[in-house]
Structure formats: structure tokens, C-alpha cells
């Protein structure tokens, strides 16, 4: 009988939350980055080292990166609806220094990161030798990397069932992951 990789702990299901969305968008009109640096708050350019200028927004907490061209990439974010806050407060920052952006960008979700928990304490040597697709080095690092295989969703396991999920580019997608992750853990148990 072999060690067990999965072992359910009384009372705990599997809980876990968005806690960052990356978007790209574009603002349709060149932006003088120069300018923004020089006038708004909040705002980090350094042409010499990124192309990019970075503006930081308290509420929603995000961070964007801004190029010249209009494009941005919006990361912090916990939901979409926070994702177009963020945008409005950008666009509202460009009036300041007289850029009228007369679209609605589009936002395009390229990352969606989730944490939390799968109720289950984890033996992360018996995962990392039964399962494909893992990265495990203790000695370097206390989590087991697992890319599911013919999904985009990469995780990072704990021992303690705690879990981060990456890779995603919607809510659904990582519900769906998050399933076929419990059902692969399951397997690897059961096997």
C-alpha cells in the first residue's frame, strides 16, 4: 500500500478566488509619455531602461503600463468590472493633460491568476512522480508546478492544499481547470 497523495480534511471544499486579471488594450490615440510623466502623479517613466510609462491607481488598486503607441496592460485587478475602472481613471488622467480618448477600448484578458484551497493535504514526491507535466524541486521551491495537460491552466500545489492557479483567460476556464485538477489528484489517489 502506498503513501497517499491526496487526503480530504474534515469540513474544507475547495474555495478559491481571482486575485489578479492582466489586460491589454488600446487607448486608439498616441500618447505623449513625456508629458504624462512630467505632469501627473503616480506615474514612473524611465525611457532608457522599458518604453513604457507606469502609472500606478489607488482604487482599484492596479497598476498599467502605457506606450506610446496607446496600448496599455492593466494588471491588479480582481474582476472585470475593476479592469474598466481602472481604464476610466486612466482615461480620465489623459484629459488632464488634454488627450480626449473618444473610444471605448477593448480589453482583451490575457491572465487571470486564482488562489485558495482544495480541502486536501497533498504529498507532493507521489504527485510529482505519477502525474506528467510537474516541476518539483524542494530545495528550491515548496511547491509542485502542474501544467494540465490539453489546457492552458498551470498550477502551483502545496503540500497543504493550497493552490495557485495561472494561465487562465476567463472565470469559466478556471472552474473548468480547477475540476479537471480534483478529478486528476483523485485519479493519482485512487491509482
Known amino acids: 500500500m502506498g503513501i497517499p497523495s491526496v487526503r480530504p480534511r474534515k469540513g474544507e471544499g475547495i474555495q478559491v478566488e481571482i486575485v489578479n486579471i492582466v489586460i491589454s488594450s488600446s487607448l486608439g490615440h498616441d500618447i505623449p509619455l513625456e508629458k504624462m510623466a512630467a505632469t501627473l502623479p503616480n506615474t514612473e517613466y524611465n525611457p532608457e531602461q522599458f518604453p513604457g510609462l507606469v502609472i500606478r491607481i489607488k482604487e482599484p488598486k ?4 502605457i506606450f506610446s503607441s496607446g496600448k496599455i496592460v492593466c494588471t491588479g485587478a480582481r474582476s472585470l468590472e475593476k479592469v474598466h475602472e481602472c481604464i476610466k ?5 489623459l484629459e488632464k493633460i488634454n488627450i480626449k480618448i473618444k473610444i471605448t477600448p477593448e480589453v482583451t ?7 485558495g484551497g482544495i480541502g486536501m493535504d497533498l504529498n507532493l514526491n507521489v504527485l510529482a512522480m505519477r502525474l506528467e507535466n510537474t516541476e518539483y524541486e524542494p530545495e528550491q521551491f515548496p511547491g509542485l508546478v502542474y501544467k494540465l495537460p490539453n489546457m492552458r491552466a498551470t498550477f502551483l500545489l502545496f503540500s497543504n492544499g493550497k493552490i495557485v492557479c495561472t494561465g487562465t483567460k476567463s472565470e469559466e476556464e478556471v472552474h473548468k481547470s480547477l475540476q479537471q485538477l480534483v478529478v486528476n489528484l483523485k485519479k493519482v489517489k485512487n491509482g
Do not use: R
Open 109 to 115: 484578458i490575457q491572465n487571470i491568476v486564482a488562489s
Open 89 to 93: 481613471k486612466i482615461i480620465k488622467s
Open 62 to 65: 492596479t497598476s498599467a503600463l
